[in-house]
Nanobody
Framework: QVQLVESGGGLVQAGGSLRLSCAVSGRRFSISAMGWYRQVPGQQRELVAHITSGGITNYPESVKGRFTISRDNAKNTVYLQMNSLRPEDTGVYYC?????????WGQGTQVTVSS
């Protein structure tokens, strides 16, 4: 069984930084793509960072140059380093493991950026 547990969220002022972690249990981690998603009430969950099993990363324009996703396969953990945070980055951040045909999600961690 695959389980994902996020940590590292919190309240930060605009311009600050946070580092999110997602610990994954189960044997699928090293062979799976991982992603971080953000959800704001009333809106769809949106992708903010993606990393393949081989370490190739991808970001939407809204976070490019500010967010960095990385993975440590020895620790079964994926990270999201968020710098130069903006109030519009506020939301619940979810970790995702994509192992076709399945998708696994964590419980989410709240990030609040004050202006």
């Amino acid at each position: 069984q695959v389980q994902l547990v996020e940590s590292g969220g919190g309240l930060v002022q605009a311009g600050g930084s946070l580092r999110l972690s997602c610990a994954v249990s189960g044997r699928r981690f090293s062979i799976s793509a991982m992603g971080w998603y953000r959800q704001v009430p009333g809106q769809q969950r949106e992708l903010v960072a993606h990393i393949t099993s081989g370490g190739i990363t991808n970001y939407p324009e809204s976070v490019k140059g500010r967010f960095t996703i990385s993975r440590d396969n020895a620790k079964n953990t994926v990270y999201l380093q968020m710098n130069s945070l903006r109030p519009e980055d506020t939301g619940v951040y979810y970790c995702n493991l994509h192992s076709p045909p399945y998708d696994y999600w964590g419980q989410g961690t709240q990030v609040t950026v004050s202006s």
